[in-house]
Nanobody
Framework: QVQLIESGGGLVQAGDSLRLSCAAS????????MGWFRQAPGKEREFVAA????????HVADSVLGRFTISRDIAMNTVTLQMHNLKPEDTAVYYC???????????????????WGQGTQVTVSS
């Protein structure tokens, strides 16, 4: 059974930075993608960023492009979301997710992700 444990959420002010980490355990991640989604109150969960595990290729949503970056550490089986210049509209519960596909492909649909973390709250005050 795969477990994804997120850490790093919290309350920050607009313009601040925050780093979220996700540690995967229970299965060796050899191919596919790990990513982050978020869900704000009253809204649907949306894709934020993902990284292809083997190649390291990344993809981020337009809404956070230039402010958020994602990276992975193969040895530690972790993925990190670095967030800069946070805005109040970034306030949401952030979820780590793992997509064990064989072609090392990044997919942005939440339905393609096999495992999810419990979520970590990020609150940005204005």
């Amino acid at each position: 059974q795969v477990q994804l444990i997120e850490s790093g959420g919290g309350l920050v002010q607009a313009g601040d930075s925050l780093r979220l980490s996700c540690a995967a355990s229970g299965r060796t991640f050899r191919s596919g993608a790990m990513g982050w989604f978020r869900q704000a109150p009253g809204k649907e969960r949306e894709f934020v960023a993902a990284v292809a595990w083997r190649s390291g290729i990344t993809h981020v949503a337009d809404s956070v492009l230039g402010r958020f970056t994602i990276s992975r550490d193969i040895a530690m089986n972790t993925v990190t979301l670095q967030m800069h210049n946070l805005k109040p509209e970034d306030t949401a519960v952030y979820y780590c997710a793992a997509d064990f596909n064989l072609i090392d492909r990044i997919r942005t649909s939440e339905g393609t992700y096999d495992y999810w973390g419990q979520g970590t709250q990020v609150t940005v005050s204005s």
